[in-house]
């Protein structure tokens, strides 16, 4: 459209871009990266950087479990914004001056993060308030940095460069599609009404009320949290609170987050978690997870095969779950699973060390370039920080021992469920076995008329091939040996000229290649073939 502004010369493009050339050359980029780098240039380049890596930390199945470790401590805090800044997208939001809203608003942020600020308030009628607002034009700054990123993707080959390590559109997409639905707070809103509602009925969880009427899509206001944070076992113990009973109970509620809800916190650290009267009370749900009934039920389904030892359900149940980015080679992908199982699965679930066990789960699926959903990639990372969480309130705990409680419930059969799997599956089946006679004909039509091509792919042998292939060599020569030996031997009983030797001269040449060949394919043999080498 000619009314709009050529974005490709956009000027704040341009300085944006020498900005981040800026920031690279800074940190020396040409002599290599180290997690420890990469963390310190996202942190430089801005919030949606910091967002970016915030996201690759929970997805260890893409990177390594050293860079994950490192961004993880992306989540610090951010420099706060002045004062009058919040109170100027107040003033933008509410279309009026936030005192005539409020009785107060306190000048010092609770926290302050890459997309937004969080300011304790009071309304006029004395409620004690949160309002988390969104730093200014943050949604137009993220924008042009991800213009800018998919550019340099397109021009630097990115995706092709780490095809065998991760999709960088992928990614690219994952996290912008993250970060629109973070800085619009009615899907934070509904995520914790959602989630309040889900455990209305549980006395021990809780999570803020929404105040629908002062949120916005840059605002959110809910009700204030006190209490004592999660991880201040000091002030715990002289509350008289049980530390042992919270670590269970927050354990319980998670892995039910898990296995039968399918909505579950995603970041579940202890600054997102706070002991209120008697009760753990869940903030923060702007990082929220989801797991439809299939990948729960697949979920399940892993948990019976390692419980089981069943190796080949397990490979099944990690294949239909991920995405493999290349050909996988079956047989050696089971081999590597059966070693995971074997080290395993001779421990008790209270045995186990949980983010080693997360770890070389990903580093399997990582070799083999297996790509698992967004939400089992989640709750993996959001799985260690859970139990990090509950061993500081309880070491002798960890989310495994309590999981163990739920091992009948995970290996229990839904009957009603199965029987009605069964009969739609056996309605389909029907189906399909009254069309198959027409389907044979049409595959026969098919044949007749030359349309059907097979592809024929072996993995894992490339070894057979090449033995094939030296044999056919090798038998080849022989005939050739055998042809010459017998025209030179033909030739011999003539008398064509010129002769050496009382034999003509080309049966004599004939003779002479044929025995040459002889010994190179005796020599061969004889000393080469223990190398493998190729012939």
Not at 77 to 91: A, C, D, G, M
Not at 183 to 208: G, L, S
Not at 313 to 333: A, N, P, Q, W
Not at 507 to 512: D, E, H, S
Request: aromatic content about 8%.
């Amino acid at each position: 459209m000619s009314g709009q502004p050529n974005r490709e010369t956009n000027p704040s493009s341009w300085k944006r871009l020498k900005q981040i050339v800026g920031i690279l050359h800074k940190y020396h980029i040409e002599k290599g990266m180290n997690p420890v780098k990469l963390r310190l240039i996202l942190e430089d380049l801005g919030p949606t950087y910091v967002k970016i890596g915030q996201i690759m930390s929970t997805r260890q199945d893409v990177f390594s479990k050293r860079y994950c470790d490192e961004l993880v401590k992306l989540r610090s805090s951010v420099t706060p914004l002045p004062y009058e800044t919040i109170v100027e997208v107040l003033k933008q939001e509410y279309h009026e001056a936030p005192g005539e809203l409020f009785e107060s608003i306190d000048e010092v942020p609770l926290g302050s993060a890459s997309i937004a600020q969080v300011h304790k308030a009071v309304l006029k009628d004395g409620r004690p308030v949160v309002l988390k607002v969104q730093r200014p034009g943050i949604y137009k700054e993220m924008e042009e940095d991800i213009r800018l990123i998919r550019k340099a993707v397109k021009l630097l080959n990115l995706s092709d460069a780490l095809t065998s390590v991760v999709d960088m559109n992928t990614v690219v997409d994952e996290f912008w599609t993250t970060a629109k639905q973070e800085m619009d707070f009615h899907h934070e809103a509904a995520c914790a009404k959602r989630f309040k509602k889900t455990y209305q009925d549980v006395k021990y969880i809780n999570a803020p009320e929404i105040l629908d009427e002062y949120t916005t899509h840059r605002v959110l206001a809910m009700e204030y949290i006190g209490g004592i944070e999660i991880d201040d076992t000091e002030q715990l113990d002289r509350q008289g609170y049980d530390r042992a009973e919270i670590s269970k109970k927050l354990a319980y509620n998670y892995i039910d987050q898990i296995i039968e809800v399918g909505f579950f916190h995603a970041d579940p650290h202890s600054g997102n978690l706070r002991i209120d009267n008697g009760q753990i009370v869940w903030i923060d749900f702007g990082m929220m997870g989801e797991l439809n009934s299939r990948d729960r039920d697949l979920m399940k389904q892993g948990v019976k095969s390692i419980v089981n030892e069943n190796t080949p359900l397990l490979v099944e149940t990690i294949l239909t779950l991920g995405l493999c980015k290349r050909e996988i080679d079956y047989s050696k992908f089971t081999v590597e699973m059966d070693r995971f199982m074997n080290k395993y699965v001779n421990m008790s679930l209270e045995e186990i060390d949980l983010p080693a066990m997360v770890q070389d789960m990903f580093t399997i699926c990582h070799q083999y370039a297996i790509m698992l959903p967004k939400g089992i990639s989640m709750l993996a990372r959001s799985l260690v920080t859970i139990e990090g969480t509950m061993r500081v309130l309880d070491p002798k705990v960890n989310i495994l021992s309590v999981l163990s409680s739920y091992k009948s419930e995970l290996l229990h059969i839904n009957w009603n469920r199965k029987l009605r799997s069964v009969a739609v599956r056996g309605a389909e089946s029907f189906e399909d076995m009254l069309d198959l006679p027409i389907q044979a004909k049409y595959l026969m039509d098919a044949i007749q008329k030359g349309h059907v091509k097979v592809n024929l792919n072996l993995l894992g042998s490339e070894t057979p091939l090449a033995n094939l292939d030296r044999m056919i060599n090798r038998i080849v020569v022989c005939i050739l040996i055998a042809s010459l030996l017998l025209g030179s031997s033909i030739l011999c009983t003539t008398e064509l000229k010129p002769e050496f030797l009382g034999i003509p001269l080309i049966g004599f040449f004939g003779f002479m290649i044929a025995f040459a060949m002889s010994l190179w394919l005796f020599v061969k043999m004889l000393f080469l073939h223990q190398k493998n080498k190729p012939f």
